[in-house]
């Protein structure tokens, strides 16, 4: 049985990736900060799906405790042939020019350097069992297409993309592959929660006329995770629904 890690597993775009990967036989360990969330969502995929699914609270902002992770996952007996790095701070609303240094840093530790902790310690046990296995990044098209007030979380993403090619160029040699997939507007919550007219401004605002499903989404990260994208390392996929075609650029 070919198992996942999902950081952010309990909830909108992380959930869903869990549930496709339930859905075609995968064993499922999602992470988020809170246990409790984490137990509902690990009773829920368990009901929609009738799969193998564990979940372990983890901090990614709390590098220092990556071990205690593994030494959790180790003990379900499952080694993880793929690591989904998608925990990710928003940074909403962030001026450049008055957010505490800390307040800003925070994000960029916890999307590149804490994904990157998660990352590197999963697939050293690759290495270790001879696992030829995948790590998908959840980047972003703001990569490049900067929002507004989204410093923080823009500049993370940018570094996500380039951290992906890093580890497809140092880990090859080892069978180990690592893809971004990099979204536009994705239907979370947070677009439900918008008002009519907002959520037709930022489908009208897509060339193919609609934000992304996370059931889309998923069906993306798959792609990279599994055998199905063969050969592909070090690359960044853009999911956006034509966003990053455009040169106005607004959602
Ligand atoms: N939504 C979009 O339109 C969009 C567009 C492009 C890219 N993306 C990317 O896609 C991914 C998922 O997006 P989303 O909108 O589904 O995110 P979300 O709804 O904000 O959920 C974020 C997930 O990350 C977890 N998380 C946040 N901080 C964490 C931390 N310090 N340690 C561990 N887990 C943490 C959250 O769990 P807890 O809060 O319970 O810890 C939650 O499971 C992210 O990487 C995001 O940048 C999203």
């Not at 008002?195 to 060339?207: A, C, F, G, M, N």
Request: hydrophobic share 35%; with cysteine.
């Amino acid at each position: 049985m070919k198992t996942v890690l999902i950081t952010g597993g309990n909830r909108n775009t992380g959930y869903g990736i869990a549930k496709l990967f339930a859905e075609r036989g995968w064993a499922v360990i999602i992470t988020s900060r809170n246990q409790e969330s984490i137990d509902q969502a690990v009773k829920q995929l368990k009901e929609q799906t009738n799969g193998v699914v564990f979940g372990f609270a983890h901090d990614v902002r709390q590098t220092n405790k990556v071990d205690e992770l593994l030494q959790k996952v180790m003990q379900t007996g499952y080694i993880p042939d793929s690591i989904i790095l998608n925990g990710a701070m928003l940074g909403i609303g962030v001026d450049p020019l008055t957010v505490p240094i800390e307040e800003w840093e925070e994000v960029l530790h916890c999307n590149v350097v804490g994904n990157f902790a998660v990352a590197r310690t999963f697939a050293k046990v690759m290495v270790e069992k001879g696992v030829q296995g995948t790590l998908v990044f959840l980047g972003s098209v703001n990569y490049q297409d900067c929002n507004e007030g989204r410093s923080s979380y823009n500049a993370s993403k940018g570094a996500i993309l380039s951290l992906t090619k890093s580890l497809a160029v140092d880990l090859g040699k080892f069978g180990i592959r690592s893809n971004c997939l990099m979204p536009g507007p994705i239907r979370t919550d947070r677009y439900d929660k918008l008002t009519e007219k907002e959520r037709e401004y930022r489908d009208k605002s897509l060339p193919i006329g609609r934000v992304s499903t996370i059931e889309e989404v998923a069906k993306g990260v798959y792609f990279l995770a599994s055998d199905e994208s063969g050969n592909m390392t070090g690359s960044g996929v853009i999911l956006d629904g034509g966003m990053d075609c455009l040169n106005s650029g607004r959602y």
